[in-house]
């Protein structure tokens, strides 16, 4: 659940300063810098939610003390 409330609020914390600076002046960002991040944070996503996954079974026991 930690993981979760830091990745949520890191990900808010980015989309509201990004949204709030685009309300306030237009952001011009090349195709490529685009293309160049959005496919590394794909593939962290990707590797995060596949480590989340794997590591699941190992806490199952657990969940109950989490909730």
């Known amino acids: 659940m930690t993981v ?30 685009l293309k160049c991040d959005a496919s ?8 995060f939610c596949v480590m989340a996954y794997c590591l699941l079974p190992c806490y199952l026991p657990y969940l109950h003390l989490l909730l």
């Open 40 to 47: 590394v944070m794909l593939a962290w996503s990707v590797m």
């Open 4 to 33: 979760g409330n830091v990745v949520g609020s890191n990900s808010g914390n980015i989309l509201l300063i990004l949204g709030l600076c685009a309300v306030i002046t237009p952001l011009t960002i090349s195709a490529l810098a």
